[in-house]
């Protein structure tokens, strides 16, 4: 039997099938994940010389250009974070999506994993939306428009919380590698998993399906190099138009406000919050920028904040930053998709549980 077929057999499969399919959507993420912790490690290894080479080189510049070039938040400091560990998980990710995608083994998994997510009131074309938010929030959110009313504000809930984009992924990816804790990235995964689920539960309140989603069972094939292609060139160029620029200019104000002072205003204007989570005020900053844009985590990366974190509340900061509220972007999208009043509901059950987790990991951290 040809491979793709007994794939399609498998998943229909009424035990085993839910479990296999929820593997088969999980894989992406992870094998990004781990395919990204090995080639970046490679990278960070060969790059290092080149980053001391410049700290070395602007130790007799002005200071204010040295704290824009080489500071604790300077551009020769976050931008490697942001091209060592970030682009390659988003290209790896982007690449095992495709796979998935063109071979219809997406559609499959989605299909099969339906009875393990009815009891949060979604079905498999939700979880379809959430796994596309793996990759970029935006289209996932807009993509509800052809999923049932009843689950619709369930999925954006579980979307909102749970799907860490590709930015995302790989900022938490670098900010670990640099504190030596990696171990903490698959606690992490499992912890948006079970939040985005609570989110979807807690949002959908007696709502349920009204029955089985009939959906188009796509035969599973072996996918093309072009199929693959088209997935990578979307996040490639994104990266070099959009990305950069608008990360050169975060590390770059985040640069100046620590010139100026107004790093430690901002601190101490969030501290009292932070303290209550268990947070130091140093985490601050990233939290700000990640509502912004979830590559704002790699500011955790600085470090005067990670000698502020060990590595429970690390984690803790990392769940924070991610989930407190999605991006800018992904905000307005679910404004206009959902009206403000029930934006603004999905986006309060989001922020309450992020606090909850974020005081509940500090907690933990602090018996340990």
Request: proline residues 7%; positive net charge; contains cysteine.
């Amino acid at each position: 039997m040809p491979q793709p077929a007994r794939a399609q057999g498998l998943l229909e499969r009424r035990f085993f099938g839910p479990l296999l399919g929820l593997l088969a959507l999980l894989a992406p993420a992870v094998l990004a994940t781990w395919a990204g912790l090995v080639l970046s490690g490679w990278l960070a290894a060969a790059t290092t010389p080149l980053g001391q080479a410049l700290r070395s080189a602007a130790g007799g510049v002005p200071w204010l250009l040295r704290e824009l070039l080489v500071g604790d938040y300077g551009a020769a400091t976050m931008l490697p974070l942001l091209f060592v560990w970030t682009l390659p998980i988003v290209l790896l990710h982007a690449a095992f999506t495709a796979v998935a995608k063109a071979s219809g083994l997406l559609d499959r998994a989605c299909t099969a994993v339906e009875p393990l997510v009815r009891p949060f009131r979604l079905t498999g074309r939700d979880v379809a939306r959430v796994v596309m938010g793996y990759g970029c929030n935006v289209p996932a959110v807009v993509q509800g428009r052809g999923c049932l009313s009843c689950t619709r504000r369930s999925g954006s809930a579980a979307i909102a919380f749970g799907s860490a984009c590709g930015y995302q992924l790989g900022a938490v990816l670098a900010v670990t590698s640099a504190a030596g804790h990696a171990e903490l990235v698959p606690v992490y995964l499992l912890i948006l998993l079970l939040g985005a689920l609570t989110c979807a539960r807690w949002m959908a309140g007696t709502s349920a399906p009204a029955g089985r989603l009939l959906v188009h069972r796509a035969p599973v094939v072996a996918p093309t190099i072009g199929d693959v292609w088209r997935e990578l060139k979307g996040p490639l160029v994104q990266m070099i138009s959009r990305v950069v620029p608008i990360f050169l200019g975060i590390t770059l104000i985040a640069s100046m406000l620590v010139a100026l002072g107004v790093l430690d205003v901002l601190s101490a204007w969030l501290h009292p919050l932070l303290s209550i989570l268990g947070l130091p005020a140093a985490v601050a900053p990233a939290v700000a920028a990640a509502v912004a844009r979830k590559d704002g985590i790699l500011l955790l990366a600085a470090p005067p904040v990670l000698a502020t974190l060990s590595p429970g509340t690390l984690l803790a900061a990392l769940v924070l930053a991610s989930t407190v509220l999605p991006c800018a972007v992904t905000v307005l999208t679910l404004v206009r998709e959902h009206r403000p009043r029930a934006a603004a509901r999905i986006l309060a059950h989001g922020t309450v549980i992020s606090f909850a987790v974020t005081a509940a990991i500090a907690w933990i951290a602090r018996l340990g």
